[in-house]
């Protein structure tokens, strides 16, 4: 069971970035002409963004492992009515640099503190998928005072799969035929009714993130440090897509860490939620924020 787990939660964050990455070579050049378009510094990386309004609040997007911007195009254009939205391309992703570096999950948070500073942002909600929900919840280690909440998009707060699970997926990450072991673990992450675009948008972007950054951002979630069980004593949205393969406690599990929480287990989709369902998310994402009083205009 945690085996299937993992595969799928580093499947799903790949797919999240693959997703962006596909979309985003077919509309890189319309995404460098929107007027929001911006990179951020990070050390020698520049690190691209996309900045939808103003104030110093704001809706903070993160894509999964191996995904980009694109995983959220559907929840973009609604959430920016609301309010102040920033979607990122994480370093190694999409149209940020791609050095060779260790992509640790503290160097993503810290990319996205980056990201807020150089949109003068000094509070967010970080909405998080896959490998997305453990940076925003090492995000709100490193700077509490900056969240004001976590949505959490099918992703995990403690790992479900073992050691020795996710050293041997690494493993294989770093194959010559890694293509084909990414591939394997998204064919069990697909909605039963994903639509052929969407699954296409997933498979063409697999080749746009490097493999040097695949295989240090799955090392990067073999961190024990990163599971910690400190508390989250924010907000937290949790919105799932139920599979057998999670433990069937998880949302108590998920509670104990994150005592203000509100928890959604979808069926009839895949890891991809906010993809195969988005209007059904974006509501739950804008009623959460109107029920806990956040990023009111």
């Not at 994480?90 to 640099?97: F, I, K």
């Not at 989709?269 to 990023?295: C, R």
């Given at each position: 069971?945690?085996?299937?787990?993992?595969?799928?939660?580093?499947?799903?964050?790949?797919l999240v970035l693959l997703i962006a990455s596909s979309s985003i070579s077919a509309k890189a050049q319309d995404r460098k002409n929107v007027g929001g378009s911006k990179f951020a510094s990070l050390g020698d990386a520049k690190i691209y963004y996309m900045n939808y309004g103003q104030g110093s609040e704001a809706l903070v997007l993160i894509h999964g492992w191996s995904q980009s911007i694109d995983a959220w195009r559907d929840q973009i254009p609604e959430f920016a009515k609301r309010?102040?939205?920033?979607?990122?391309?994480?370093?190694?992703?999409?149209?940020?640099?791609?050095?060779?570096?260790?992509?640790s999950i503290e160097y993503f948070a810290r990319a996205v503190e980056a990201v807020m500073r150089d949109a003068k942002v000094n509070r967010a909600v970080l909405v998080g998928h896959s490998m997305g929900t453990p940076i925003a919840r090492q995000f709100y280690r490193k700077y509490p005072s900056k969240t004001l909440a976590i949505v959490i998009v099918d992703g995990a707060l403690k790992p479900f799969a073992d050691a020795p699970a996710m050293n041997r997926l690494v493993e294989a990450l770093r194959s010559p035929n890694y293509k084909e072991v990414i591939a394997q673990m998204f064919t069990g992450m697909m909605g039963p009714n994903m639509k052929p675009e969407i699954k296409e948008r997933i498979s063409s972007s697999t080749s746009n993130t490097p493999q040097h950054v695949l295989v240090s951002a799955m090392e990067g979630m073999t961190d024990p440090s990163i599971w910690d069980d400190d508390k989250i004593n924010v907000p937290v949205l949790a919105i799932m897509a139920k599979n057998p393969s999670y433990p069937p406690n998880i949302e108590e599990l998920t509670r104990l860490l994150a005592?203000?929480?509100?928890?959604?287990?979808?069926?009839?989709?895949?890891?991809?939620?906010?993809?195969?369902?988005?209007?059904?998310?974006?509501?739950?994402?804008?009623?959460?924020?109107?029920?806990?009083?956040?990023?009111?205009?």
């Open positions: 069971m945690h085996q299937r787990y993992f595969a799928r939660f580093i499947s799903a964050t790949a309010n102040h939205v920033i979607a990122i391309d994480l370093p190694g992703h999409g149209e940020s640099d791609k050095p060779k570096t260790k992509y005592p203000n929480l509100e928890f959604h287990m979808w069926e009839g989709v895949g890891h991809f939620l906010m993809m195969e369902k988005p209007e059904e998310f974006n509501a739950t994402v804008i009623t959460f924020l109107d029920k806990n009083k956040l990023l009111t205009k």
